[in-house]
């Protein structure tokens, strides 16, 4: 059994020519002698039982001279043994130094009446002089598995600093082909005057021109195309309902003037001196102290053209309301004839 200091044995490669040589070589009658020399072998196996019996027991020495009889003899016995499960050669005698041999390692277990039950344990492998140890499933499950993760880190370590950010196109793994800019069409473009400033529509255009160069020299034109219309149709669907600025631009290029934010402020500016001045003259009037007013002197009464007992009954100095018609002469009562009876 390894130990903690030793590696595994399905991790090791086992070979000994000088063993190989000394042996004739590796063939149908050696593969397993040969085998019995590496770490793989159990020593408490029937294989090392029935050979050393074999080696003091001259009468038993043709068990060990082939490999059908040694084997023959395998099966008849119960417990671990050592068993050759494919042999590469086309003839038994003939040697073999570049085929495959596998000994399999099992239990075998004696049954009354039925054929022996077979436990496979482990497999080997003889390829020329090595010897070497097949792995088991979970072993190779959990080698694959660890390659498949290892993998993926460095894909995705590699893959992270991939991708270029920038405002107008977005996330994209081509770097943007950015043409030369030459020192005289720096200097003149400088020295343009505000005549000479494009106007929105032709910057729209000039941008228009170079996405257009930008996505010719891309190799993945459909792709920013396709994601730059869905990203433009979500913004739209969002934000279509609002604006940043609805004020008109007045002027000319260069000196433009938002039209009604002036006249806005103008108003507000108007408003506010009229409220002010209406609260200092409200504040005045509030501070001076109001006198009571006398109460109003009344008309003297006219009596001229009125009856005497009109006149008598109206003292001076005292206001009475002026009659229609005061000066016409009064109507006399008639007097209800009576007649007596006869």
Same mark, same amino acid.
């Given at each position: 059994?390894?130990?903690?200091?030793? &590696?595994?044995?399905?991790?090791?490669?086992?070979?000994?020519?000088?063993?190989?040589?000394?042996?004739?070589?590796?063939?149908?009658?050696?593969?397993?002698?040969?085998?019995?020399?590496?770490?793989?072998?159990?020593?408490?196996?029937?294989?090392?039982?029935?050979?050393?019996?074999?080696?003091?027991? &001259?009468?038993?020495?043709?068990?060990?001279?082939?490999?059908?009889?040694?084997?023959?003899?395998?099966?008849?016995?119960?417990?671990?043994?050592?068993?050759?499960?494919?042999?590469?050669?086309?003839?038994?005698?003939?040697?073999?130094?570049?085929?495959?041999?596998?000994? =399999? $390692?099992?239990? =075998?277990?004696?049954?009354?009446?039925?054929?022996?039950?077979?436990?496979?344990?482990?497999?080997?492998?003889?390829?020329?002089?090595?010897?070497?140890?097949?792995?088991?499933?979970?072993?190779?499950?959990?080698?694959?598995?660890?390659?498949?993760?290892?993998?993926?880190?460095?894909?995705?370590?590699?893959?992270?600093?991939?991708?270029?950010?920038?405002?107008?196109?977005?996330?994209?793994?081509?770097?943007?082909?950015?043409?030369?800019?030459?020192?005289?069409?720096?200097?003149?473009?400088?020295?343009?005057?505000?005549?000479?400033?494009?106007?929105?529509?032709?910057?729209?255009?000039?941008?228009?021109?170079?996405?257009?160069?930008?996505?010719?020299?891309?190799?993945?034109?459909?792709? =920013?195309?396709?994601?730059?219309?869905?990203?433009?149709?979500?913004?739209?669907?969002?934000?279509?309902?609002?604006?940043?600025?609805?004020?008109?631009?007045?002027?000319?290029?260069?000196?433009?003037?938002?039209? $009604?934010?002036?006249?806005?402020?103008?108003?507000?500016?108007?408003?506010?001196?009229?409220?002010?001045?209406?609260?200092?003259?409200?504040?005045?009037?509030?501070?001076?102290?109001?006198?009571?007013?006398?109460?109003?002197?009344?008309?003297?009464?006219?009596?001229?053209?009125?009856?005497?007992?009109?006149?008598?009954?109206?003292?001076?100095?005292?206001?009475? &309301?002026?009659?229609?018609?005061?000066?016409?002469?009064? =109507?006399?009562?008639?007097?209800?004839?009576?007649?007596?009876?006869?």
């Amino acid at each position: 059994m390894a130990t903690a200091e030793e &590696p595994p044995l399905d991790e090791i490669q086992w070979r000994s020519p000088p063993i190989a040589q000394g042996m004739g070589g590796i063939h149908t009658n050696t593969v397993l002698p040969y085998f019995y020399e590496s770490p793989y072998f159990d020593r408490t196996s029937n294989n090392a039982i029935l050979s050393s019996q074999a080696l003091y027991n &001259p009468s038993m020495f043709h068990i060990i001279a082939t490999r059908e009889a040694f084997e023959g003899r395998l099966r008849t016995m119960a417990g671990l043994e050592f068993m050759v499960t494919h042999d590469p050669s086309n003839s038994g005698q003939n040697i073999n130094n570049s085929g495959v041999w596998v000994i =399999r $390692k099992q239990t =075998r277990r004696k049954r009354q009446g039925q054929e022996d039950e077979i436990t496979p344990l482990s497999s080997y492998f003889v390829v020329g002089e090595s010897v070497y140890m097949a792995p088991s499933v979970g072993n190779i499950l959990r080698g694959r598995l660890l390659s498949t993760v290892t993998s993926l880190t460095k894909f995705l370590a590699t893959a992270s600093s991939l991708p270029i950010f920038t405002p107008s196109l977005g996330y994209t793994y081509v770097p943007p082909v950015a043409k030369p800019v030459s020192t005289a069409g720096s200097l003149q473009a400088t020295q343009t005057s505000k005549e000479s400033t494009p106007l929105p529509d032709t910057q729209a255009s000039l941008k228009s021109t170079k996405a257009s160069q930008l996505s010719e020299k891309s190799p993945l034109p459909d792709l =920013r195309g396709t994601s730059l219309l869905a990203d433009s149709f979500a913004l739209s669907n969002i934000y279509g309902t609002e604006y940043m600025d609805e004020n008109p631009l007045v002027g000319e290029p260069g000196s433009f003037i938002l039209q $009604k934010s002036r006249e806005a402020a103008a108003q507000a500016h108007a408003q506010a001196q009229s409220q002010s001045q209406l609260q200092s003259q409200s504040t005045i009037k509030s501070a001076v102290p109001v006198k009571p007013s006398a109460p109003p002197i009344p008309a003297p009464i006219k009596t001229e053209g009125l009856p005497p007992e009109v006149r008598k009954g109206v003292k001076a100095g005292e206001k009475t &309301p002026v009659t229609l018609g005061a000066g016409a002469k009064r =109507r006399k009562k008639s007097r209800v004839a009576t007649t007596t009876p006869k």
